[in-house]
C-alpha cells in the first residue's frame, strides 16, 4: 500500500529559545522527514523561529492557553491541513494544555489527528483529569465525528498521554509514619486506554519499544498512538509505531547521553497508508 503521510510525535522537553541544544533536535526531527510534526512541551514563545530556520518548507501551529506548556504542530509543504485549537480537552480547566486538532486531506480522504498532552503525576487530581480528557478525545469521535462521515471516520488520537497510574493515600499505619494507600499500575491505565479504544472502534497502536520515557533509574509507557480500526500503517519489524532516540541505544551511558542533549521522551514516527 502507498504512504498517504507520515507523522513524528516527540514530547522535547522543556523546549525553550536556547541555541546550540535546540539546533540538534531540530535536526533530529529533520532526519526523520515526517509529513507532519508534533512537539509537546513547548515552553518558549520564540521557538518557531529555530523550526522555521531548521525546517524550510513546513507551516507552522502553536496552541495558546494560560498553561506554560503548548503543542507545536508543523506540516511538509504541499499536506493539505486544516488545524484548530480545542479547549474542551482541557477538561474546564484553563491552566491544562488544549488539544490541537489536524484534519489532512489526502486524495480526497480526510485524516482527522487529535494531538494531547494530558495532565500528569499520579495524584489523584493528575489521574482524573488524564481520565476526563482521554474520555472526552472518544466521546469526540463517537458523539461527533461519527455523525459526520457516518461513522466513517479516520481518527488518530496520539501524543503525551501520561499513562502512569494513581497513587492514592487514604492514611497511616497505626501511629506510624508508614502511608495507606491503594496503587492502579500505568499497565492498568494503559489496559483502560485500550479498552475505551475498542468501545470506540479504535485501538492503541503497537510500538517497537513499550518503553518512551525514563529519568534515571524510572522508565514509563507513556506516549502512544490511537487509531480508527479500519487504518492501515507501515509496519516496522511487526509494529505500526516506530520508537526512536533512546530506546534504540543498547548502551546505558549512550541512553543517558542522548537524554541529555535531546529529551527524556522518545520520538515516535508512523506512515498512514492510503485507504
Known amino acids: 500500500m502507498a504512504k498517504a503521510f507520515s507523522v513524528a510525535s516527540w514530547n522535547v522537553e522543556h523546549f525553550k529559545n536556547v541555541g546550540a541544544t535546540n539546533e540538534e533536535r531540530v535536526a533530529f526531527i529533520v532526519e526523520q522527514d515526517p509529513d507532519v510534526v508534533a512537539i509537546y512541551e513547548v515552553e518558549g514563545a520564540e ?21 506554560a506548556q503548548e503543542i507545536l504542530l508543523g506540516t511538509r509543504s504541499g499536506v493539505t491541513a486544516f488545524v484548530t485549537q480545542k479547549i474542551e480537552f482541557q477538561s474546564r480547566d484553563a491552566f491544562m494544555r488544549p488539544g490541537a486538532l489536524m484534519t489532512v486531506r489526502v486524495d480526497k480522504v480526510d485524516y482527522t489527528l487529535l494531538f494531547l498532552h ?11 483529569l488524564r481520565a476526563d480528557m482521554i474520555e ?7 458523539s461527533v465525528l461519527d455523525k459526520i462521515t457516518e461513522n ?3 481518527f488518530i488520537v496520539l501524543g503525551d498521554l501520561n499513562t502512569m497510574g494513581l497513587d492514592y493515600v ?21 489496559s483502560r486506554l485500550r479498552f475505551l479504544a475498542e468501545e470506540s472502534g479504535m485501538r492503541l497502536l503497537d510500538k517497537t519499544h513499550d518503553v518512551t520515557w525514563r529519568d534515571g533509574r524510572r522508565r514509563s509507557n ?16 511487526g509494529a505500526e509505531v516506530d520508537v526512536r532516540g533512546w530506546p534504540r541505544l543498547a548502551n546505558e551511558a549512550d541512553q543517558k547521553t542522548w537524554i541529555e542533549r ?3 521522551h522518545a520520538l515516535l514516527y508512523f506512515e498512514v497508508q492510503k485507504r
Do not use: C
Open 47 to 67: 521557538v518557531w523561529r529555530e523550526l522555521m530556520e531548521g525546517m524550510p518548507g513546513y507551516s507552522f501551529f502553536i496552541t495558546e492557553g494560560q498553561n
Open 152 to 154: 466513517k471516520t479516520n
Open 136 to 142: 472526552r478525545a472518544f466521546d469526540f469521535k463517537t
Open 170 to 190: 487514604y492514611g497511616r499505619v497505626g501511629t506510624t509514619r508508614k502511608l495507606r494507600h491503594e496503587r492502579v499500575e500505568a499497565r492498568q491505565e494503559i
Open 262 to 264: 535531546f529529551s527524556d
Open 118 to 128: 494530558v495532565a500528569s503525576m499520579p495524584a489523584a487530581r493528575g489521574f482524573g
Open 222 to 237: 507513556l506516549d502512544h498512538v490511537i487509531a480508527s480500526e479500519p487504518l492501515k500503517f507501515k509496519k516496522f519489524g
